[in-house]
C-alpha cells in the first residue's frame, strides 16, 4: 500500500500553466496536486454574530481576531491554551466569489446543520458518552482510538480541523488519492463509474470518482458505524449516508470545494456546504498519533479509579 501511494505521488505531476491560470496534468486533466490548507475563521455553521451569509470586510477582519479565543482553554496561560501548543488558525474568512461567507454551509440559507429530532437527540447521547463512556477503548471516539481523524477532518466530506489541516493530493489517469495530514489516513478514489457494493463498509466510506467537465466529482457511501461521530466540532454523519463532493482548482492556488450530504436517519433534509482549499506553500507534517501516547491508558484508568470511589 505505502509503494503504491509513493509511485502516484511522482506521476502526472502538473504543467505549470500561464498567466495564473489553473495548471494541468500531463494526462489532460485539470491538476489538483499539491498540498493543501482547509483552515478559515469561517465556521461550519452561521454564528449568531451574523445575520446573513455574507458579511462586510470590517465585521469578518473583528470575527477573525476574536474567534481564536473560543478554542482556548479556561487558563489563558494553561497548557493548550495557546496556538504554538494546539490550536490552528486560518487567518481570515471565506471569501467565494468576491463574497465573504459567515458560514460555509450554503444550503440551508440559515447555514445550520438541519438536524432531526432523532438525529439531534443521537448527537446529544454520543456527545454525553465521551464524558462518560471510559468502561472499555472501544466505547471512544474514533479520534481517541487513532483511527481516523479529529472534526471530521479525514473521509468524506472533508470538515475543518482545528489543527493539522492540510491535504496531499497525488493524481493518475485512473486515481486520485487525498492524503491527510491528520491521521496520516490515505483516501484513495479510482475514477470509474462502476456501482458501489452496497455490503462494503470502509473507515472514511467506499469512495467512487469521475469527471465532469473541469470539476472532480467524488461519491462516497459505506460507512463504518464507529466514525459517525467526529469530535471536537462536534459533528453526526450517519452510516448510511451518501456525500457528493466536488473539486474544481479555480486558480493556481485554491480548489473550490463542494459537498452535499444526503442522511435521512440524521438530517430533516439534504444539506450542503462549500469552502476552498488553498495552497500555503508548506509540506506536510508527521502525525503520530500512537507514539509515547499514555492518554487512552490513562482515560480508563482515571474511569476505574472513579468507579471504586463511587463504590
Known amino acids: 500500500m505505502l509503494l503504491a501511494i509513493a509511485s502516484l505521488c511522482f506521476a502526472g505531476q502538473p504543467a505549470l500553466a500561464q498567466d495564473g491560470a489553473a495548471p494541468s496534468t500531463s494526462f489532460g486533466r485539470p491538476s489538483l496536486e499539491g498540498v493543501w490548507s482547509t483552515l478559515t475563521a469561517t465556521p461550519l455553521e452561521r454564528p449568531p454574530a451574523f445575520d446573513g451569509p455574507t458579511t462586510t470586510e470590517e465585521r469578518a477582519a473583528a470575527f477573525a481576531v476574536a474567534s481564536p479565543d473560543a478554542f482556548k482553554s479556561d487558563a489563558s496561560d494553561g497548557v493548550g491554551a495557546r496556538q504554538s501548543e494546539w490550536w490552528e488558525f486560518g487567518g481570515g474568512m471565506t471569501r467565494i466569489n468576491g463574497e465573504i461567507r459567515t458560514s460555509l454551509i450554503a444550503d440551508p440559507p440559515e447555514g445550520r446543520m438541519p438536524y432531526s429530532e432523532a438525529g439531534r437527540a ?30 471530521g477532518s479525514t473521509g468524506s466530506p472533508l470538515f475543518v480541523p482545528r489543527y493539522n489541516a492540510k491535504y496531499q493530493i497525488v493524481q493518475t489517469p485512473d486515481h486520485v488519492v487525498i492524503l491527510a495530514e491528520h491521521n496520516h489516513d490515505a483516501r484513495i478514489i479510482p475514477l470509474d463509474v462502476k456501482p458501489q457494493p452496497e455490503w462494503m463498509r470502509r473507515w472514511m466510506g467506499y469512495s467512487r470518482g469521475h469527471w465532469e467537465g473541469d470539476t472532480l466529482v467524488v461519491e462516497t457511501a459505506g460507512f463504518v458505524p464507529g466514525d459517525e461521530f467526529k469530535p471536537a466540532t462536534p459533528i453526526l454523519v450517519g452510516q448510511n449516508a451518501r456525500v457528493t463532493e466536488r473539486f474544481t482548482r479555480i486558480s493556481e492556488k485554491e480548489i473550490l470545494y463542494r459537498f452535499r450530504v444526503v442522511d435521512p436517519e440524521t ?18 507534517f508527521e502525525y503520530a498519533c500512537h507514539e509515547a501516547n499514555l492518554s487512552m491508558v490513562n482515560m480508563l484508568a482515571g474511569g476505574r479509579s472513579a468507579d471504586a470511589i463511587k463504590r
Open 122 to 151: 443521537r448527537l446529544k447521547r454520543l456527545q454525553g458518552e465521551v464524558f462518560t463512556g471510559f468502561d472499555g477503548p472501544e466505547a471512544r471516539p474514533a479520534t481517541e482510538r487513532c483511527l481516523a481523524g479529529g472534526s
Open 267 to 284: 438530517f430533516s433534509r439534504p444539506w450542503s456546504a462549500e469552502m476552498l482549499l488553498t495552497d500555503t506553500g508548506e509540506p506536510m
